[in-house]
């Protein structure tokens, strides 16, 4: 609604607003710029106390123009919950779990996708297309039947019989592909010319980082305006983690915040993580990771297109990243659960054994106000629990 333009990842090459885009001349992830002077103007710190329980209560600095155009399911604004227990035997003080789960579809993916869908609409898209191993395939299926926007969704033929499920109870054309998301994205890029599609894929769209950076905003808000000291997020694409970023830069500029950042470390699983080996390798890209296994389906993304904002992201905000074994998360899952009452998707559980792991290395002060992100329901991944 302030959108001033919006800007390559890389170059800064800018681009004018509402207009269709996919990736940037360079081929990068393109950010989506605001007018933030105006947009503080009417979304203040103390305002927000009147406003909507979704992620629409920063409709200032979400990029949909008219109202109309909103498609919601009541996305956002999910609790930040002390997980008393667990931080005790950990040491802790200060332990959270930002439960996502609790959004529509059962993901953090909704928040993505219901502001990529409903930009889609503004923008007179009739057919949407993504290559998904699992929640976004969901998410993406309910908010184009809510648009009615024609959904098109390529899936790795072992992605979790809730998600397959889901999409096709929700209207959307589902296509089984053997191998990986990357070679679902594949398929998509050969044939959406011909078929008429805007393709949602990760980062290869501007808005669904403006969905996910909500979170960021929600435990600027949730921790009155002290940010948490370390944030441990599992990490394929990267949306959230670079959506988080700039809320945090947006908020700093409009005087919410100051220059205190969280260390922000990307939790992977170790058949998967080409983000933790570029890390621990010092370089600025993360090559495609080879054999790409592991039962959370949110991880299996060997190949990251931002990747380089990612490694930037964790190096300027002295974080991190971990890899956890399958075997670990699927222990960790029945740990919360049990200590805390929350089913954690495999993605979410990882943090807890990553965290074990910082606390070993001495990287974590008893005093930190430390949170993990259960990104998603482990309701949707009974395979994964032995079904
Ligand atoms: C997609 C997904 C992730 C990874 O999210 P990104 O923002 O793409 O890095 C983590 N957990 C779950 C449950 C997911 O569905």
């Known amino acids: 609604m302030n959108v001033s333009h919006l800007e390559c990842s890389l170059t800064g090459k800018t681009y004018p607003p509402n207009e269709l885009y996919n990736l940037s001349e360079a081929g990068k992830p393109l950010l989506v710029r605001y007018d933030l002077e ?34 919601t399911l009541g996305e956002g604004w999910t609790p930040l919950i002390p997980a008393r227990r667990i931080g005790q035997q950990l040491g802790l003080s200060g332990l959270f779990i930002k439960d996502e789960s609790l959004n529509p579809t059962g993901a953090f993916k909704a928040r993505g996708l219901c502001l990529a869908v409903s930009m889609a609409k503004e923008l007179g898209v009739k057919k949407v297309a ?16 809510r648009a009615g926007i024609e959904a098109h969704i390529f899936m790795p033929r072992d992605s979790p019989a809730a998600n397959r499920i889901e999409c096709i109870e929700m209207g959307a054309h589902v296509t089984l592909i053997d ?8 398929e998509v890029a050969r ?8 393709d949602l894929s990760t980062l290869k769209e501007p808005y669904r980082i403006e969905g996910k950076k909500t979170m960021g905003y929600e435990l600027a808000e949730q921790f009155d305006w ?15 983690l670079i959506g988080m970023w700039k809320a945090f830069d947006e908020m700093e500029r409009m005087g919410w915040i100051g220059k205190q950042r969280p260390k922000m470390i990307t939790v ?6 080409p983000i933790v080996r570029a890390f621990d390798e010092g370089r600025n890209e993360a090559p495609e990771f080879e054999n790409a296994h592991t039962v959370a389906s949110g991880l299996r993304v060997p190949r990251a297109i931002g990747d380089f904002i990612m490694l930037d992201i964790l190096r300027s905000s002295g974080g991190g990243a971990i890899a956890v074994t399958d075997e670990e998360m699927i222990a960790a899952a029945r740990e919360i659960g ?30 930190d106000r430390v949170v993990i992100f259960n990104t ?3 309701i949707k991944y009974l395979e994964a629990f032995g079904l």
């Open 268 to 273: 992977q699983a170790a058949g998967c993580a």
């Open 130 to 145: 993504i290559p998904s191993a699992g929640n976004a395939a969901g998410a993406m299926a309910a908010y184009a039947a």
């Open 376 to 378: 998603g329901a482990g």
């Open 226 to 240: 002290d940010l948490p000291d370390v944030i441990l997020y599992p990490t394929g694409g990267g949306t959230g």
């Open 338 to 367: 049990a200590a805390e009452g929350i089913f954690c998707a495999p993605e979410g559980s990882a943090c807890l054994p990553a965290l074990r792991k910082l606390i070993a290395q001495g990287r974590i002060n008893a005093d």
């Open 38 to 71: 105006n947009a503080s103007r009417t979304l203040t710190r103390e305002v927000l106390r009147t406003r909507v329980a979704s992620l629409w209560r920063y409709r200032e600095v979400l990029p949909v123009v008219h109202d109309e155009n909103i498609v």
């Open 191 to 198: 044939r959406k010319d011909a078929e008429g599609w805007f």
């Open 179 to 186: 191998g990986l998301i990357t070679d679902c994205g594949a």
